[in-house]
């Protein structure tokens, strides 16, 4: 499904897939429903869903009379890990956004100066990875 939301495509055939979720009804039950998170090449994240009559993804078709249908709905990065930790398993959530911090890990702010083409080469990464540039840095230097 192709989608422009507020000048952004959305496209299932190009994004990457992160995880998929269904109620596991079979598909034409009026209450089918399933979810598929993406990270478009850019970075974007957005959640495809699908769904019987019964569900929320329903279509009016006039009269009291309803039909399944389909939706995309853009997320920004938290939205995407919140879904996520809901819907996939932990190692699904792994492979999209990378080791969660553990919660006994102290954090220290650090401010650095670095060079543009660094900087250029860790926001590409971040926008590929959907990770964190501190995130990026930490798995960097604890191989």
């Known amino acids: 499904m192709k989608k422009v939301i507020e000048g952004r495509l959305y496209n299932t055939e190009t994004a990457k897939c992160l995880g998929e979720w269904s109620n596991n009804i079979?598909?034409?039950?009026?209450?089918?429903?399933?979810?598929?998170?993406?990270?478009?090449?850019?970075?974007?994240?957005?959640?495809?869903?699908?769904?019987?009559?019964?569900?929320?993804?329903?279509?009016?078709?006039?009269?009291?009379?309803?039909?399944?249908?389909?939706?995309?709905?853009?997320?920004d990065l938290d939205a995407a890990k919140e879904w996520a930790e809901e819907y996939l398993?932990?190692?699904?959530?792994?492979?999209?956004?990378?080791?969660?911090?553990?919660t006994d890990d102290a954090k220290e702010p650090l401010n650095i100066s670095i060079t543009i083409g660094l900087k250029n080469r860790l926001t590409r990464i971040k926008e590929e990875t959907g990770k964190s540039i501190s995130q990026i840095i930490e798995d960097k230097f604890s191989e």
């Open 26 to 75: 079979g598909y034409g039950d009026l209450n089918y429903l399933c979810e598929t998170l993406y990270r478009t090449k850019s970075g974007a994240y957005f959640l495809y869903g699908e769904g019987g009559a019964n569900t929320k993804y329903s279509i009016s078709e006039g009269n009291n009379s309803w039909s399944g249908g389909e939706h995309i709905q853009p997320m």
């Open 89 to 102: 398993s932990g190692d699904e959530y792994i492979e999209a956004f990378g080791e969660p911090e553990e």
